[in-house]
């Protein structure tokens, strides 16, 4: 695999003003891998999800069940990767190569150690986390073991989310993208011998989802430690004074984004235990809905992934007319694709649902509560892309009470008001007034951070 990297020191050197052409080009180039390998993702998920589906409605519960508990431990592991990541990425802008070699390193063995610890406390609470969301006795030996299994791999998705975000960071958008893409085709294949020849059902998603994970976390660790020309380790020469400030400033960084994401998917799960007692059918729909609308979304966090990376690099290289234009020119990109996204899956859904599940019922419940959300998706995709430029620009604390407040007073109180007279529906309607009201903040966020970058260049 041929190796290109986007290093925005380098490129400034050879031609210190870019015209708006090329930073659309930047853009793009970008973020298409991020973005394929997400819509590869979905698409893989879509089989699972279909795969699983056929097997009933309670296997389906059982995953729809946990599927926001699994979120956590990987919101946990992706946090702790960014704290490493967006300073990496502020180096390559420095064009600060052996600083960027300090970073990963420092961050195997810390990284490592932590993934171990939320594996441990996962297996430990597996068998008791059904029980505590809610659900019907009936499908909690599947969730039990789904949970189990998936716990296991959060070491490697850790080592998943670091190489690929360091590879990223320093500009090399294509080797992830593709790897990540392999992942998705590894687990649908993985599934295909777990759940169909070896009828293991969803203890053979959970295996599926596992093992292809080891895979790619192993190729991506001997790949960036190995074989990147900017980051590989083979030619690296320790500095004689450690630098104390990494581990400091990767928590500084990292910190607000965890108790940010663990207190968003927390909102998540007690989402689902509002939805737990609705049944297997509502469960499922839940479930299949959220599975169908990451389709539109997925390409947002493409777009992101290459926010943060020109962002991050610019204020390396200390260019705020670049932060500016990078930030508003992917944001823009962002909302426009997913309102996009959200008109082709408005009309192509009942195709997708009847693919996901033979359930009459669970079908209609699911296009009836996706096309009202996806009304959202322009305003979801700034939110998206443009926590993303501002997680480059070493903007995590402001951004994370943003989400803190969105997700647990306006779609988790709307949610509680709603439920009881409206059921699934009403959850739905919470989450497509709260991802608007987000998109709104965001933007505003954005303007303010912008702003008083400038204001400072000034000075």
Excluded at 171 to 186: A, D, V, W
Excluded at 228 to 244: F, H, P
Excluded at 343 to 365: A, E, H, R, S
Aim: proline fraction near 3%.
């Amino acid at each position: 695999m041929k190796e290109k990297n986007f290093d925005l020191s380098v490129l400034l050197k050879n031609n210190p003003r870019l015209s708006f052409k090329q930073k659309i080009s930047f853009v793009w180039a970008l973020s298409i891998p991020g973005a394929i390998a997400q819509i590869s993702s979905i698409l893989m998920q879509y089989i699972d999800a279909a795969m699983v589906g056929n097997l009933g409605e309670n296997p389906s519960a059982a995953i729809g069940l946990v599927a926001s508990s699994t979120w956590v431990l990987g919101s946990l592991v992706h946090a702790s990767s960014i704290g490493y990541t967006v300073q990496v990425a502020h180096a390559v802008g420095a064009g600060n190569q052996q600083k960027a070699k300090d970073i990963f390193l420092e961050s195997i063995l810390i990284c490592l150690v932590f993934s171990t610890f939320l594996t441990i406390l996962g297996v430990l609470i597996s068998k008791y986390l059904p029980f505590w969301l809610g659900s019907e006795q009936k499908i909690w030996k599947d969730a039990s073991v789904y949970f189990l299994v998936y716990s296991l791999s959060t070491p490697f998705f850790q080592f998943i989310y670091l190489t690929g975000g360091m590879l990223q960071c320093s500009g090399n958008m294509k080797i992830p993208g593709i790897l990540n893409s392999l992942l998705c085709i590894l687990d649908a294949l993985f599934n295909v011998i777990f759940i169909k020849f070896c009828g293991l059902g969803v203890l053979g998603a959970a295996l599926g989802t596992t093992l292809s994970a080891v895979v790619i976390a192993l190729i991506l660790v001997y790949y960036t430690i190995f074989k990147s020309s900017y980051l590989k380790l083979t030619n690296y020469k320790k500095n004689a004074e450690k630098d104390r400030t990494i581990s400091k400033q990767a928590l500084k960084l990292a910190a607000p984004v965890a108790v940010e994401k663990v207190a968003f998917t927390g909102a998540l799960v007690a989402v689902t235990k509002l939805i737990a007692p609705l049944g297997g059918i509502a469960l499922a729909a839940n479930s299949f809905a959220v599975t169908a609308e990451a389709l539109c979304y997925m390409p947002g966090y493409g777009i992101q992934d290459a926010a943060a990376t020109l962002t991050g690099q610019s204020v390396g290289a200390k260019k705020d007319d670049l932060t500016k234009s990078f930030s508003w020119i992917t944001v823009n990109a962002g909302m426009i694709i997913m309102g996009i996204m959200g008109l082709i899956m408005f009309g192509i859904c009942p195709f997708v649902f009847k693919l996901l599940t033979p359930v009459t019922d669970i079908q209609n419940l699911a296009i009836k509560i996706l096309r009202l959300e996806l009304i959202a998706e322009p305003l979801y995709g700034a939110s998206i892309v443009a926590s993303g430029a501002l997680r480059g620009q070493g903007d995590t604390f402001i951004p994370s009470l943003l989400n803190l407040f969105s997700v647990w007073i306006a779609r988790l109180g709307l949610s509680i008001l709603l439920v009881g007279p409206y059921g699934l529906m009403g959850i739905w309607i919470a989450m497509t007034a709260e991802l608007c009201f987000r998109g709104i903040i965001f933007l505003i966020r954005m303007t303010i951070k912008l702003r008083q970058n400038n204001g400072k260049n000034k000075q």
